[in-house]
């Protein structure tokens, strides 16, 4: 009798888009970001062809940390039967967050939490595979007990309890087949920050914006944050390119601190900026707390550094954060932002995700779209962030029609690449970068030299 | 003419430590640590045969993560002008943390920002060497200017601005010279936690209670958390064996969600603990602000999983510990920890820091007796941890007298190993660890392949 199923490899790639040539995704606080996967493969022994693929975003330099963080974790992976991990995704993920010597090295933020979500997405994409179904139905059609069986509870009581959890899953049960069928049928919201890099002249900031526009988008997002007088004339103009009626966001990327937050988006409020996104430090919960207090009606946003489910449930707790922005890729994975979802439910705050980058627009619309089929059941106010970039990289792209996510339908997370993008683009082997000249690209600045 | 003396390279050694074989360090979180250095040596080539070395301290798996992150820092540093980096010691931390595509991985918490807070530290110990001074004194004779230069301000400006600093530095001016006298005279009080690790039986513990006092420590504490009738039963012989007026506190290490923390601790109360310290999730501010309200006076310490400034800026803004535990090694380096020192100044608020592990005791030194002699120029209610393990590895390891620490007068930050110890506990390849069986120690536990 053959042995069960198992996982038998963790395979692992650094692959790097060399996007800071092009100033795409430039904001105040990263100028020139090459954006990044530190890629994750599991293979099994199953023998059915299914593999879990998935990935943790990095803007360049130091994805190769991340890369050999996710390696790391391999031992704690390999050897596992396939129907364990697939049959208790929850017990798997916790399993590796709750390790008492890694857990050192966090707890539950940073490298070593991004190279847990990696791993745990790419789990839930060989799941969902081998169920035949896109994540974002997988877990739609779990029933409340399962879902809730799949959170890290820990720490989290004194705002949700699993008793509070399975009250509001249990009262979406009701039309969950008609929204998944709404799904679809019309896809989900979307808005759009390619208009908006800091990187860009006014022209083709409002080029974008009004095509944006035409393409059916209610909502645009415009970086700001590195200097007031361009953003003043930056806002004027976008507000003028596409009139009262479409909203627009503004990010500082953690740029300011609280009092120069107010007072510099004090100065844009003339031009009516619907959301000032990471006003301040993503750990700065109070901090969001006097910047949301001093801007209303302008709403405050964040999330997408915001390092786990403890930091969102205080943003929550404080009143902090007007939208809740997760990010596929920077909390624990699936499961942790299920339990960010489900404390967004119980607070009655709406989950516009950050999406952008490399893969996150992939898979982050399977959470939104699990939460609109089985947790919140609404799209009033939701919207998720769409940036046209590196789609074509990938073998299920997201496609985005007349302003909405069209509702993937392929199994899994959606975030596996194709075979050429992981060749050309691995760094620093691929012959996108070695056909770089030495040196250029991908190092770090070396001021000192420069003196 | 030779060119300017430059760092030449940034060597990071993996040591690990056996230490879980005898259940030292043993916690309600970390049942079997072993504890482990990601060791760093910046060198030069200067030609003066100083070096500077610094580790970041983990509790096993992972060592190899924190120490390749480290590495990947090094491209940051080597090619620096010496005398650049030891000159601004504050902008060569600040060039580290802004890096902005490494600020992904963070920003400024886990992995990258210890790796950090690693070479910032090492750079600190080449810097009071070269001036033949440790760092303590190095620090505590530099001017306010200097030491306001040091910290960056970022985020920060809501509690504490560069004009409150030299507010706080320039009142302790008067009488830095009797205070380093006193330090040299006297030392900086300890407390000790080697009686109270929850792998200890009661004997062993109420054993090395009585020597604790015996050797003239007034503090001593325990680890709780595990379970409670033995923590009741635990607290009440620790009580019986030292008496009414030696201070016991309690360490859960975040083991507790708020409302359970209260629960627990009530239960202890008759016996009069100290401090509470991590009753839960060193990210939750509101939780430990809860906490603390419900259990005074009781009092409430945190720090040594406290990622940043921002977090211990808002844990004082919200009236949420009584006692700030800084690490020498969790942050940014030695230049966070003044940021951190000034903020416990700021807020009235005394600082004992956590030490133990590998070298934390003889970093962290330095950084409170700084404190005494140029900041809140007092030892009132503050006490440095101590813990009797491994310092034998070190070149200049703390002495304890007294129940205090004596200052050490040797140049540099004391967290240089011996040449032995870093060539035996190597990992995986030194003795140490090649005379251990195949699949012993330092491995993840396979639970799955236990069913």
């Known amino acids: 009798m053959p042995s069960i199923p198992r996982i038998i490899a963790v395979d692992v790639l650094d692959i790097r888009f060399p996007t800071s040539e092009h100033l795409d995704g430039s904001d105040a606080m990263n100028p020139e970001p090459d954006y990044s996967a530190a890629y994750v493969v599991l293979r099994t022994d199953a023998g059915d062809g299914h593999e879990g693929h998935a990935l943790a975003f990095t803007t360049g330099r130091g994805n190769d940390v991340q890369a050999n963080a996710i390696a790391a974790l391999a031992p704690y992976v390999v ?62 059609e779990m029933s409340p007990e399962d879902l809730v069986g799949q959170v890290d509870f820990r720490w989290l009581s004194d705002a949700l309890t699993p008793r509070d959890a399975l009250d509001i899953l249990r009262r979406a049960q009701a039309g969950r087949a008609e929204r998944i069928e709404h799904l679809l049928r019309r896809g989900y919201p979307a808005y759009t920050t390619s208009p908006g890099w800091l990187g860009y002249s006014d022209e083709k900031l ?60 004090r100065q844009l409020a003339d031009y009516h900026p619907y959301w000032i996104e990471e006003p301040t430090s993503p750990d700065d919960i ?47 994975g699936v499961n942790e932002n299920i339990a960010i979802l489900l404390l967004a439910a119980r607070f009655g705050v709406p989950v516009c995700p950050h999406a952008g980058g490399v893969g996150l627009c992939e898979m982050v619309q399977h959470l ?64 996108v970068w070695t056909s770089r000249a030495q040196g250029a690209g991908n190092r770090p600045d070396q001021a000192w030299d420069a003196s």
């Open 286 to 332: 109070l901090g969001h707390a006097a910047v949301r207090r001093a801007l209303s009606p302008i709403k405050v946003a964040t999330g997408e550094h915001v390092a786990n489910r403890v930091v969102f449930k205080q943003l929550l707790q404080a009143g902090a954060i007007d939208i809740v922005q997760i990010d596929a890729a920077r909390v624990g």
């Open 79 to 140: 050897g596992r039967p396939v129907a364990q991990v697939c049959g208790d995704l929850g017990g798997f993920a916790r399993s590796l967050s709750h390790d008492p010597q890694l857990r050192w090295l966090g707890p539950e933020k940073g490298v070593i939490h991004m190279a847990t979500g990696a791993i745990v997405n790419a789990a839930w994409d060989l799941a969902a595979k081998r169920a035949g179904k896109p994540v974002w139905r997988f877990l739609g």
């Open 206 to 265: 409002t080029g974008l914006a009004r095509e944006a526009v035409t393409a059916g988008f209610t909502q645009i997002k415009l970086k700001v944050g590195a200097s007031l007088t361009d953003d003043i004339r930056r806002m004027k103009a976008a507000r003028a390119a596409v009139g009262d009626h479409i909203r627009i966001a503004v990010d500082a990327n953690q740029r300011w601190d609280v009092q120069p937050a107010v007072d510099w988006m």
């Open 368 to 431: 939104s779209m699990f939460d609109y089929v089985a947790v919140s059941a609404t799209m009033h106010d939701r919207v998720i962030e769409y940036v046209d970039h590196l789609h074509e990289h990938f073998i299920d792209p997201v496609r985005v029609v007349d302003g909405r996510y069209v509702a993937p339908t392929a199994p899994g997370l959606s975030a596996q690449m194709r075979e050429a993008a992981l060749t050309e683009y691995a760094y620093p082997g691929g012959p």
